[in-house]
Structures are given as C-alpha cells and as structure tokens.
C-alpha cells in the first residue's frame, strides 16, 4: 500500500503522486456505495498495479473542501483581480474572501494588469490596497512582465498547497505559465461584449510552481453562500470578528441594534465603509434564499 496526493480528477481517473512517480487510479467501488467521491488535493492511500496504474483504498480526513472548485486540503488561496479589463470589482473580491474566511483557508489577493491601468484607476486600487492590507490582507499588485513582482509571490508558495480563483479573464493561467514556463497553459482573449474572459480551464489540475502546488481552476464570475449561516457571517469579516464580543446585544446583527461596536467603528473608520456595505448585501443575500432541508 502506498500514500500519495491526488493531482488531477480526469474521466473517472485519478492521478495520484507518489515521490516523483504519478499514477493513474480509480476509486474502489465502496467510494460509489458510500457516495464518496476523491477530490484533487486529497491525501490518499492506494494499492499499485502494473504499468504506474493502481486503486485508490482510503481518503485520509480532509483539512478543508471547497465544492466549487472541487478540491480540498488547501493551505492558502490566491484570489486575483484585475485592475482593468474586467474592472476591478471590491464587491466579487469579497464574495471570494467570505468564502475562505468560511472555510478558513488564507488567502493573499493579488491585483493583475497594473500595467495596463492609468492614474486614476491607480489611486483607487492604492486606497482599497491600504484597506485589504489594514484588515490583515497581503495585497500584491502584479504586472505580469515584472519578475520581480512574480518572485514576490513565489515567495508565498513555496511548500503551500494554493488555489488561485478569480473571475474569468484576470489572468490566472497566464500567471501560471510565468510561474512555471515549462506548463504552457492555454490562455483566452476578453470577450468584448461580454466584458468577461473566455473559460480556458476546464477541470481542476495540482501543478508544480516554486516547490509548492497551485490548483489552476475553472474560471467563473460568482460564487454563492449557499454553506454560510446569518450568525456566522460577521466573523467571516476579520475587521469585525473582534467586535463582536464588544456589542450592547448579544447576537448582534450589526444592522439595526444600537449600541453597535461594529457601526460606530464604521462611522470611525476603523471598519472601512465599503465592506461594511458588501456585509448588508451578503447579509439580505444569506436571509432571501431558500431554507435548506
């Protein structure tokens, strides 16, 4: 029996590394009674066959999971925005970072095509850098032709498990290949009447960058809180997850109550005012759908 990770899930195969020698597996078919399904990024235990073949026996307990992308055991995510084309949008960064407070996986966000960005785009992508990196956020602002600026978050990677997620068109696969320009992973051009950039990854692949693996995964333009509760969505919100506690009332929804820590920190600015605008939206969000059963 051998133990491996799960690299790539590809027509009902499983590639699982070993050392230096990958494997192509499948599940055993107690995975399918029991409604098991491996994820890439899984930890697993396999019985070797001919030909660097095998069957997957055990799923080791998972530190996370996400279930769009369907990968799991992450140590960090690589959220990336784009200064322009699409525009940068401080609304989708925070639906993407609300879902890894959730699962309580890191996340570092990295601002693409600064080059093609202009003064005044600038000064705004600065004023909500400063804000992200006063909450706590490592903010990168990325040219992809600077090396210096693909070193400094090289340096992030190294012997994490990442994922990068972002909407389509920001240019995670190209940031890949600079990564690692031995992967020539393909790109897509923006839609111009779509605004959006063409879906170029179509399944999710672990892939070498600065000793550590980077999960490229399939592009899309919103995610959903379907797995987030009402009371606990403001610890998902770090700049006011230690207010909480500070609050006239118990369970305080930060909406209506008075004597509300997290509203005067507002007015304040300790809390900045746009995210605290995004916490309502996600707020009227979580309580208008449909009760789960």
Avoid: W
């Avoid at 610890?235 to 509300?260: A, I, V, Y």
Wanted: charge should be negative; hydrophobic fraction near 35%; include cysteine.
């Amino acid at each position: 029996m051998l133990e491996g990770r799960i690299l790539k899930a590809l027509s009902g195969f499983y590639y699982v590394k070993n050392g230096t020698i990958l494997y192509q597996c499948r599940g055993r078919g107690v995975f399918r009674n029991q409604a098991i399904k491996p994820l890439v990024g899984d930890l697993v235990q396999f019985e070797p066959r001919e030909n660097n073949e095998g069957y997957i026996t055990h799923i080791q307990e998972r530190q996370n999971e996400l279930v769009r992308p369907p990968v799991a055991n992450i140590d960090q995510a690589i959220i990336m925005s784009s200064a322009v084309d699409p525009s940068f949008s401080p609304l989708l960064l925070d639906r993407f970072l609300l879902l890894m407070e959730a699962k309580r996986i890191d996340a570092i966000i990295v601002i693409s095509k600064m080059d093609l960005s202009h003064s005044n785009i600038d000064l705004d992508i600065k004023a909500y850098r400063e804000a992200y990196e006063q909450i706590g956020y490592p903010v990168i602002p990325l040219s992809i032709q600077d090396q210096t600026d693909i070193q400094k978050l090289g340096h992030y990677l190294t012997n994490k498990v990442s994922v990068i997620a972002g909407q389509s068109g920001v240019g995670k696969s190209t940031l890949i290949n600079e990564l690692n320009q031995t992967l020539n992973l393909e790109t897509g051009d923006i839609s111009k009447s779509l605004g959006r950039g063409k879906h170029t990854t179509r399944h999710v692949e672990l892939l070498d960058v600065y000793d550590g693996l980077i999960a490229d995964t399939p592009g899309f333009s919103s995610i959903d809180f379907s797995e987030i509760d009402l009371d606990e969505l403001s610890d998902c919100f770090p700049e006011m997850r230690h207010l909480n506690h500070q609050c006239k009332f118990r369970g305080c929804t930060h909406r209506q109550e008075p004597g509300c820590a997290v509203k005067v920190a507002v007015d304040e600015g300790t809390v900045p005012a746009f995210r605290y605008k995004h916490y309502l939206n996600f707020y009227d969000e979580i309580q208008s759908r449909k009760p789960r059963y």
